[in-house]
């Protein structure tokens, strides 16, 4: 297994820049849900590490769910439109303040499908909180209610996102060197 200087082009988002906007979207969250609870729902698995560090800035009461859906065909890195949920919540959202938790948005296809199957669960608000987003690779228009950080169109990885399955620990968003990383595979 290669490490992560191995194919690391440039630190994208630093830790230090990562935790202040994280808290600060944790803060905005409990204003907005004053007198309310809320039901975070968290995409797994690229939106644990998010979560974790989200919630211990949430004021309010809270609970969490997790749900996992698959969009990506296998080894590749291009969300193919067709999403299967995989996992599914363990409790009834009906009536509930649902937001649901996200790495990056990436075509918008993954969340698109999994906002029509919750929003026919009747929660009593729904919205999404993603730690990135990239905008100019968007293909299906879904409300982003919080933003951690508009990115460009690059692969990174870093912060819960993972390179074949790995470097979800990292605790910055790294940009991956697409062709340090091919003559990597190449040598195998
Ligand atoms: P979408 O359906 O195209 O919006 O894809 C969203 C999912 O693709 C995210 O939840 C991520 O798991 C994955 N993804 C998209 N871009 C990246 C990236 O740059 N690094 C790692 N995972 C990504
Ligand atoms: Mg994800």
Do not use: W
Request: charged share 30%; aromatic share 8%; hydrophobic share 40%.
């Amino acid at each position: 297994m290669y490490s992560y200087q191995d194919v690391l082009a440039e630190v994208l988002i630093d830790e230090t820049t990562l935790q202040k906007r994280v808290k600060e979207l944790g803060e905005e969250i409990s204003r907005d849900y004053q007198n309310e609870d809320i039901v975070f729902i968290c995409i797994l698995r690229g939106g644990v590490v998010f979560l974790i560090d989200l919630m211990r800035h949430v004021t309010v009461p809270n609970q969490i769910e997790f749900m996992a859906v698959s969009s990506y065909g296998v080894g590749t890195r291009k969300s193919n439109g067709e999403v299967r949920i995989t996992y599914d919540l363990n409790t009834n959202i009906e009536g509930r303040n649902v937001i649901i938790v996200e790495d990056i948005v990436d075509s918008g296809n993954t969340l698109n499908a999994v906002i029509q199957v919750l929003s026919t669960r009747n929660p009593k608000s729904l919205c999404i909180c993603t730690l990135l987003d990239k905008e100019d690779r968007r293909e299906v228009e879904i409300p982003i209610r919080y933003c951690g950080f508009v990115i460009p169109d690059k692969f990174v990885y870093g912060y819960g996102l993972d390179l074949d399955d790995y470097f979800r620990n990292l605790p910055f968003i790294g940009v991956v060197d697409l062709e340090k990383l091919e003559k990597i595979k190449g040598k195998k």
